[in-house]
């Protein structure tokens, strides 16, 4: 039987993928969307989590920009830490 996943875990998993090198960032700007719709977060909030602009994050989201693997950690130990 397949377990739906949260936002949370799913992002994490592709956040763990793209930081391995195991796969490639297309999904991530949904993926970050959802993350931050599921915990009520504007794009400043969120932006301010990992340390960059709202502008940034729109662009993520929209598939214009990408993440280093310095955001992708952060972004991770967000998730670890369940913030």
Known sequence: MNEIQSPADHLFDVL???RDGDMAEKNLGN???RYRNANSWT???LGARIQCSAAFICD????NRTLSI???N???ELLRNGI
């Open 43 to 45: 794009q400043t909030e």
């Open 16 to 18: 763990q993928s793209i």
């Open 74 to 76: 952060t972004l991770l």
């Open 31 to 33: 993926l970050l969307r």
């Open 70 to 72: 310095q955001k992708v």
């Open 60 to 63: 993520v989201e929209n598939g």
